[in-house]
Structure formats: structure tokens, C-alpha cells
């Protein structure tokens, strides 16, 4: 088991271009979350899904943001038109839940993005 | 809304010694998760430990160990016989019961441990 793999580690990119980021979850896990970490924050949740179904999302996610996970497996999140504001690190969590269990969150390395 | 508050930014303890981080929180539920995570230079979350807030008994996993006092809305992390590797940030984490994990997390305390 590799873990939650983030593709790429670092993008840069100008105001106004359209980025997308992947995230591969551990194998067979059914939920996927995205959350977001800025300079000297910790992170703070944008969205996640069950399997395919994207359950909750934010009010920090914009309409510029979007997230997908077809057939339940990877994510993609897109950001549109990006802003300097969106400049953070990107964390994907996976978790596998199943009745009572104790869900329990297995994070990413973060794809860090700079807007410039 | 919760809020998590971290009021150390930096910390620092000599290798073998013992430290305490803080941490206070702000909710009106009677029953949720705390959670204190470690990030490493290299980024990635990982789980220290976890506290059910109906369970009266202080977590403990190893060398890390809590102070959960749910009247105070206190969490503090102590870390006893502290290594080289202790070194990262720190978070402490709310989460409400019944729901996935949308997890609240405070600004984090920087750990230097020095030799």
C-alpha cells in the first residue's frame, strides 16, 4: 500500500489560467476529502466524497472550484480563472469507513500551488 | 461554529525532555472528536492521537499523551521523552460526531527539539 498519492507536488502558474490536481486515495478506500492550508493556517475542509458522490462542500469552494471522483477512485480537483487568493497547499485525505469503525484519515504530501 | 485555538506558535524541548502543547477549543455540542496531528517537513497529516469527549479517561498512545478537560474545553498534548523526529508542526483538531470528517483545525504549534 503506497498511501494517498498528490499529482503534481508544486504548480505554478499565472492569474486567470485553469489548473487541475489529482489525487489517487488508498486502494479500496471509500471516502476522499479535499482540504485546503494557507501560509500559517492549518487546513480547512473544502469538500468530500463517498465512493463517487460528492456529499459536502464548503463555502470557501467558489463556483470556480470543482471537484470530481468518477468510479470512485482518483479525484480531481479544478480551479478556473485562479486568483492569487487561491495560492495554498491542496490536501487530499482517504478513509475507509464501514460500519462503527473509527474513520480515520490518511493524508497526502499536498500539491502546493502558486498563483502569480 | 467550533473554533480551535493554538496560542503557542513555537515550542521548543531538549531531546529525552517533556513538553505540553496547548490547546482550546469553543463548541456548543456535547459530544465530538479531538484530535492532535503532526506534519513534518514533508507534509503530510498524520495522526498522533484521538479523544472521544464522552470518555472521562485521557488518551494516551505511547509517548504522547493528553489532558482532556471537557469543562474548560482544553486539550493538551504531552509529548514525554522527547526524540529528534518529535520535530514538526503541530494541530490540534475538532470534529462533530455524526458526521464525516470535516475536521477544524487550530493555526498549529511549531516543535524544535534541540540536543
Known amino acids: 500500500d503506497t498511501g494517498v498519492s498528490q499529482d503534481p507536488r508544486h504548480k505554478i502558474t499565472k492569474r486567470g489560467q485553469n489548473v487541475t490536481f489529482r489525487c489517487d486515495p488508498i486502494?479500496?478506500?471509500?471516502?476522499l476529502y479535499w482540504y485546503r492550508q494557507t501560509l500559517g493556517q492549518g487546513p480547512e475542509f473544502l469538500t468530500y466524497?463517498?465512493?463517487?458522490?460528492?456529499?459536502?462542500k464548503s463555502r470557501l469552494l467558489s463556483d470556480r472550484f470543482s471537484a470530481e471522483r468518477p468510479k470512485g477512485s482518483f479525484s480531481t480537483l479544478e480551479i478556473q480563472r485562479t486568483e492569487q487568493g487561491d495560492s495554498a497547499m491542496y490536501l487530499c485525505?482517504?478513509?475507509?469507513?464501514?460500519?462503527?469503525?473509527?474513520?480515520?484519515?490518511?493524508f497526502g504530501s499536498g500539491t502546493q500551488l502558486s498563483v502569480l | 461554529a467550533q473554533t480551535v485555538t493554538q496560542s503557542q506558535p513555537e515550542m521548543s524541548v531538549q531531546e529525552a525532555e517533556t513538553v505540553t502543547l496547548s490547546c482550546t477549543y469553543d463548541?456548543?455540542?456535547?459530544?465530538?472528536?479531538l484530535f492532535w496531528y503532526k506534519q513534518p517537513p514533508s507534509r503530510q497529516m498524520i495522526l498522533v492521537i484521538r479523544?472521544?469527549?464522552?470518555?472521562?479517561q485521557n488518551a494516551t498512545e505511547n509517548r504522547f499523551s493528553v489532558n482532556f478537560q471537557k469543562a474548560a474545553k482544553s486539550f493538551s498534548l504531552k509529548i514525554s521523552d522527547s526524540q529528534l523526529g518529535d520535530a514538526a508542526m503541530y494541530f490540534c483538531?475538532?470534529?462533530?460526531?455524526?458526521?464525516?470528517?470535516?475536521?477544524?483545525f487550530g493555526t498549529g504549534t511549531r516543535l524544535q527539539v534541540t540536543l
Open positions: 463548541t456548543s455540542e456535547s459530544d465530538y472528536y
Open positions: 483538531a475538532y470534529r462533530s460526531t455524526g458526521t464525516a470528517s470535516k475536521l477544524t
Open positions: 485525505a482517504s478513509s475507509l469507513v464501514s460500519g462503527s469503525t473509527n474513520e480515520k484519515l490518511f
Open positions: 466524497f463517498q465512493n463517487e458522490a460528492q456529499l459536502e
Open positions: 486502494s479500496e478506500h471509500n471516502r
Open positions: 479523544q472521544e469527549a464522552y470518555k472521562q
